[in-house]
């Protein structure tokens, strides 16, 4: 299988190295949780984006968001130094971050972190740790959506695919996912399936 490269890995590729580090001294946890937890929250975010997105209106939304928002090619390094340095001075970024998480998953933030936080071990930190890569997303789609010259209609096609991909690989962003997704579509889902999901995940099973 030749196919490009998603969204999730290209991003997970950008933080390596003085990025993650920079975010797992924030969270006080390890760099190889931080990645495994970077590793859940980016599908988390890119295909909760790609439901949103979905619908023409909500494309039209996020699209508009992004051309105004958009950090203007600023470096990830750059970004998360302001993300991780501004949060004490009132404007600071994880400010931001937090309203951004409110767009992204509406009624169901606390749904989200608290998944990603017993998933991954991180718990209430789970939450710092999405507000710091909310607005790195947002960033990088805007800088994906300036280079490959989209119109919403585009941006909303590659969220779409790549939702559809972090559902079809699975693993502990995609079950985190596809819990949230089906608790917002039929209420079917509570918190607790979600936990059983994380922790059969972590636990291994393909």
Do not use: C, W
Not at 103 to 125: K, M, P
């Amino acid at each position: 299988m030749n196919s490009p490269a998603s969204l999730v890995d290209d991003l997970m590729a950008q933080l390596q190295g003085a990025p993650l580090q920079q975010m797992a001294q924030q969270l006080g946890a390890s760099p190889a949780q931080t990645q495994d937890a970077v590793g859940a929250a980016l599908p988390l975010l890119l295909g909760a984006l790609g439901r949103n997105a979905a619908q023409p209106q909500g494309a039209m939304d996020l699209f508009g968001a992004l051309q105004r928002n958009h950090s203007g090619g600023a470096d990830l390094g750059g970004l998360l130094g302001s993300l991780l340095g501004g949060g004490a001075g009132g404007g600071g970024g994880q400010q931001d971050g937090a309203a951004i998480l409110g767009h992204i998953f509406g009624g169901n933030q606390q749904r989200a972190e608290a998944g990603l936080g017993q998933a991954t071990g991180l718990g209430a930190n789970a939450g710092q740790l999405l507000q710091m890569l909310a607005p790195i997303v947002m960033s990088f789609l805007a800088q994906r959506m300036q280079s490959g010259g989209m119109d919403a209609g585009g941006l909303g096609q590659v969220l779409g695919q790549e939702r559809a991909r972090v559902q079809q690989q699975g693993g502990l962003g995609g079950g985190l996912l596809g819990s949230l997704l089906d608790q917002d579509g039929d209420g079917q889902v509570g918190l607790g399936d979600l936990l059983k999901i994380g922790g059969g995940l972590m636990g291994g099973r393909r």
